[in-house]
């Protein structure tokens, strides 16, 4: 009698949560449509089967609508939790108050997105037009959703104040709290060259940021909608696309055609931080937080020298200091990615079985291509074989930006074990992808004057000996720089420039250990000045990674301005994807 009492008492008080499973199920049930990084479309299903059981697939709309089924599924409250192993991709989301969205992020091969799935023709809440201070702003698309979108003139010559002005892009993503706080987040394009108002809408930890604070996004002069300094590519030629990061079809053309619509010398950092304060003030706040990725940290810390008394926090991701000199530091940090990733193979049991003597293998092909380049045919983006050489130089720099990337870190010991034997077909693969990547994101002619402004000038002969000797790049990127800023027109900086910047306000530095361009100790070396930093070092972090923790990291310190009680130690769980593991020949 008694067990038979206790059965009924726990079937009683299931009974509810049966129910709200069911009603859960029932809330996210049927078709959901978004866009990845606004440019892949997918319909997400979510349908019971035959055993009544809730089953999903997604749907890539502009992948010949390729269909991938949902592996896992988790649905607590609500919360959602989708898993697709065939891509290696998960979708973690919360149904809105009105059951219209699922609002989440999607996480593939070691990146980040936001994505937000919506019911078919459901209403978005729309913005209106309104005015921010002295600037008027009207709705606009932005990231995944919408943004207010104004512009702020300036004068290009801000010394002068005469002559031809620049209208400066502004993107606001508003801030989602009733009552937003008082300071605004300013965010700071990479590159140099990239747009703040493309490079922020899709980072997951603007999200997070934007639940109480305006981010207030300026396209820095000479990039995205603010008088963009471009350079045309030669996007058919892979030989091109080989050459280095900072290849243009005609450097001269590029200059001669940019000198009818901007004054070259007038696009340096200290310069483009003067507009950010001026459209700081134009929009009416009286103190702001810095947010900086890559270049972008640069910039931040510069405005922070110029204009600290307007600034209240700042976080800086993967950080530059002043004295930074790009490309000079690429050789030893380019090094110390590849001793990482090699380290790394040698401890994963599978990519050292694979791989037994991938750093032995990387140096033979760096000896050979300095012995001879390597010549072979590739197809084009016609399908036609194209001709091409790579040297040792272009090799290792082109290594750099893949090993930004988790997704194709992953396979770098294959790539290399491939080159190894004299095939470079996926090296070449995976370096093609990524410049066309880079330069469909850079202005290059604004990349041209802020490094020949800033950075080329206080390279010495004796710094190139002294950071180049013994590495696997030597002084190609620095050559490379050098040749195009003697044709370039820059302004002439004053070296205090490269001074380190002092300031009191509260900043948080995270690096990854394993980054190629902005590893920890440059970091550290930025820090030495400011008084209340915080460096947080990601052991398996590689250039901006992305990852919840750091995200919770990010919107706890610009809350409450300060590291106290934040715990960095989730930093130690961050991992990059699994080492590919090649099949048996066939």
Not at 20 to 48: C, F, H, M, N, Y
Request: glycine share 8%; with cysteine; aromatic share 8%.
């Amino acid at each position: 009698m008694l067990r038979k009492t206790v059965l009924a008492v726990c079937l009683f008080a299931l009974t509810p949560w049966f129910h709200s499973l069911a009603q859960q199920k029932k809330e996210v049930t049927g078709e959901w449509d978004g866009t990845i990084a606004g440019k892949l479309r997918i319909i997400v299903r979510l349908e019971p089967g035959a055993d009544k059981a809730l089953h999903g697939s997604l749907e890539s709309v502009d992948q010949g609508h390729l269909k991938i089924d949902v592996d896992e599924m988790s649905i607590d409250g609500t919360k959602v939790q989708l898993e697709m192993k065939k891509i290696g991709a998960s979708y973690n989301a919360e149904l809105s108050a009105d059951g219209s969205e699922l609002v989440g992020t999607w996480q593939q091969g070691g990146a980040r997105v936001p994505l937000t799935l919506r019911r078919p023709g459901a209403v978005r809440a729309e913005l209106k037009p309104t005015v921010r201070g002295r600037i008027s702003l009207n709705p606009c698309p932005a990231g995944d959703g919408q943004g207010l979108c104004g512009s702020y003139e300036v004068y290009e010559n801000r010394v002068t104040k005469t002559g031809r002005k620049i209208a400066l892009h502004i993107l606001i993503l508003p801030a989602l709290a009733e009552k937003p706080a008082a300071d605004a987040v300013f965010g700071f394009g990479g590159g140099p060259g990239q747009a703040a108002s493309e490079a922020y809408p899709f980072a997951t930890f603007v999200a997070a940021l934007r639940k109480q604070r305006d981010i207030v996004l300026i396209d820095q002069r000479g990039t995205g909608q603010s008088n963009p300094l471009r350079c045309a590519y030669d996007e058919s030629s892979i030989q091109a696309l080989l050459s280095g990061p900072s290849f243009v079809k005609d450097l001269d053309a590029c200059r001669k055609e940019l000198d009818t619509k901007a004054d070259l010398t007038q696009y340096t950092t200290s310069i483009a931080a003067d507009d950010a304060d001026e459209v700081r003030d134009a929009l009416g706040y009286e103190k702001i937080d810095l947010l900086g990725g890559s270049y972008g940290t640069l910039a931040a810390l510069v405005y922070l020298r110029q204009h600290g008394d307007h600034v209240r926090s700042g976080v800086l991701e993967g950080v530059a200091p002043p004295d930074y000199r790009l490309p000079l530091p690429f050789a030893k940090t380019i090094q110390s990615a590849l001793d990482h990733l090699f380290a790394d193979c040698a401890a994963d049991a599978k990519c050292h079985a694979n791989f037994p003597n991938l750093k032995s293998e990387f140096e033979t092909v760096v000896k050979r291509l300095d012995a001879a380049p390597a010549t072979f045919e590739f197809p084009g983006a016609d399908g036609k074989p194209q001709t091409v050489t790579l040297s040792r130089g272009a090799f290792v720099s082109g290594l750099r930006p893949m090993l930004y990337q988790p997704a194709i870190v992953s396979r770098l010991p294959y790539i290399l074990h491939r080159a190894f034997e004299n095939d470079f077909k996926l090296y070449t693969t995976a370096e093609n992808a990524m410049r066309r990547a880079v330069n469909q994101s850079i202005a290059r002619g604004l990349a041209f004057s802020v490094d020949c402004s800033d950075a080329v000038p206080f390279i010495t002969e004796g710094d190139i000996a002294r950071e180049t000797a013994g590495t696997y790049l030597g002084d190609f990127d620095v050559r490379t720089h050098e040749k195009i800023c003697d044709a370039w027109p820059h302004a002439k900086v004053s070296r205090d420039f490269l001074d380190p910047v002092r300031s009191d306000a509260p900043m948080l530095l995270i690096s990854g250990e394993e980054d190629p361009a902005t590893p920890p100790w440059l970091a550290q070396h930025a820090a030495e000045k400011l008084t209340h930093a915080s460096v947080v070092a990601i052991p398996k972090g590689t250039h901006l990674t992305g990852a919840e923790c750091i995200d919770h990291m990010i919107e706890q310190f610009v809350a409450q301005g300060s590291m106290s009680g934040i715990d960095t130690g989730c930093v130690n769980e961050v991992r990059n994807p699994a080492f590919f593991a090649p099949g048996p020949a066939k």
